[in-house]
């Protein structure tokens, strides 16, 4: 068999537990749980930094975001970093991108929140990471009025009805026309507000009943989203509908690669930049360290894809070396994530790592989550441990046992119970962020001296004491 065909899909603020493959009780999504039940399925997969930014770079360069000091939004990757396309290309793979990019920021967006503007600013050609195909833009927010532009090509092209529709029409388009191994990212907005859909789905959830997560809160006043005023409920419903639409969307996929005799050699991967809180724990969007907002789909099938699923956890950073590995390609330079292909292709069984780091470096824009305090966390099989803070150190936050208490509803950091494994966990972050090369200031605790912090008296910072 020649070398795999790549697909991966990233859908934007798809949160795990929206899907059926994944327990939830409401939605309909067939095509999405084939592709599960036929491949690897990741239970306890991580957007490491939860923002759609740092997202995105990590996946293309297979860096950590703190090592670029990436904030939340408004930031632009250097023509320097060396890509997943490079890679690809080097290994003689057609590459493509369509859709988001959202790493050419800082043009206007800021600190303003002009997203038309935005969204009518080019990608230039030096910025798209060098995949040989670019239909793409930076970001838009608004799924029925989307422009794209091709490649140097200054014209843009506005997408004829729903962005998701759009932007599967273009990809199959590109897929039945290549003639030799391809890799394309795929990679649609929805279900990131605003929440909207075409009026079949629509429909098919007006009105309808919910089975709501247990965290969350009713009784809290949300933010209206979009022009509609909807309350939370309505946003719910909407929310999957559009993910419903993102379903057959694939199923469209599938049905035109076997069609074209590709799809028994091509890997199809589904997965999102970050989740959605959605009432969970009473908020709504991202930015948190909960499952409802770090918690994201990784589904891998087709190919050498076997069926299974795995527990361990995952994070952002094992994507690059996992998609190359699936490829056959070892990346040009060493890289802090895990290659998962061996577990992909059922040859290695579980994850030889114990947990991953969970991060948020920076927000830019006052008055919103984490301008103030930043914060790091690491999550392993059963806990999930953070920390919170300014310049003077991060300190003991939040400790879950997620095997227990699913929905991080009960706090137990400061739980006598749980002392030692709090601690245990606290030397496991402090040891990823020095193995990292994380500047994040860390304060003393359990026993542990701090890290990066000054020493007023020797006047240098004790970056690993």
Known sequence: MSRPNLILIIADQLRRQALGCYGDPNVNTPHIDALAAAGTRFDAASSTYPVCVPYRFSLMTGEYAHTRFI?????????????????????????ALFGKWHLYGNFGHYPGHNVVKASRTPVPRPFQGRFQ????????????DTYYWNEDDPTPHKI?????????????????????????????EPPHPIFTAPEPYLERWRDREIVLRDNVELGKQYNKRGP???DLLD??????????????????????????GQLDNTVIALTADHGELLG?????????????????????????????????PVCTEDLFPTLLGL???????????????PVVRGETAGVPREGVLLEFVAEMRPGLPFHEE?????????????????????????????????YEMTNLVDDPAHAAEVSRHHALLRDRLVETHDHYVLAPAFGAPGLNEWDPEAKFQRRFG
């Open 71 to 95: 904030p939340s939004i408004e930031w632009r990757m250097s023509p320097a970093e060396r890509t997943l396309a490079d890679e690809l290309n080097e290994a003689g793979y057609a590459t």
């Open 133 to 144: 195909r670019f239909a793409g833009f930076d970001i838009c927010n608004d799924p029925w």
């Open 160 to 188: 004829d009805g729903f962005q998701t529709d759009g932007l599967f029409d273009l990809a199959i388009a590109h897929l039945g026309a290549v003639d030799r191994p391809f890799a394309t990212v795929l990679s649609v």
């Open 228 to 230: 509609h005023g909807r």
């Open 235 to 260: 946003d719910l419903r909407v929310y999957y509908a559009m993910i419903e639409n993102l379903d057959d969307n694939i199923g469209r996929l599938v049905a035109a690669l076997r069609e074209n």
């Open 280 to 312: 969970s724990h009473g908020l709504l969007a991202k930015q948190r360290p909960w499952e409802e907002s770090l918690g994201v789909p990784l589904i891998v099938s087709g190919g050498p894809a076997v069926a299974a699923t795995v527990a361990d």
């Open 327 to 341: 490829a056959g390609v070892t990346p040009a330079a060493p890289k802090p994530g895990l290659d998962l292909s």
């Open 374 to 406: 930043t914060w790091r966390g690491i999550r392993t099989r059963r806990y999930k441990y953070t920390v919170l803070g300014d310049a003077h150190g991060g300190r003991p936050w939040q400790f879950f046992d997620l095997d227990n208490d699913p």
